[in-house]
């Protein structure tokens, strides 16, 4: 696996990621909703930490323990 370099967007509670909201190589500004993930039936906004462009993402459907990378940001 590839170390992920920049400013880690991770996963704050466990869940399985079931939307994506940017792409990779969209800009975002700090607070912009980048990835939904469900857990117990319950969807959380997970949010860019920074401004920059987000060069790393997970994939819908990937299962995230707390602490876990869903993308970088740099």
């Known amino acids: ?4 370099t920049g ?3 991770t996963a704050p509670l466990p869940g399985k ?3 994506l909201k940017v792409k990779v190589g969209d800009k975002v500004k700090a607070g912009q909703e ?3 993930l469900e857990a117990m ?7 860019a930490p920074v401004a ?3 060069h ?4 819908v459907g990937d299962t995230a323990q707390y602490g876990d990378p869903l993308g970088a940001i740099s």
């Open 1 to 4: 696996a590839k170390a992920i």
């Open 34 to 36: 980048v990835v939904i």
């Open 56 to 59: 790393r993402s997970a994939q």
């Open 41 to 47: 039936k319950m969807e959380t906004e997970i949010t």
């Open 17 to 19: 990621v079931i939307a």
């Open 52 to 54: 920059g462009i987000l």
């Open 7 to 9: 400013h880690k967007v």
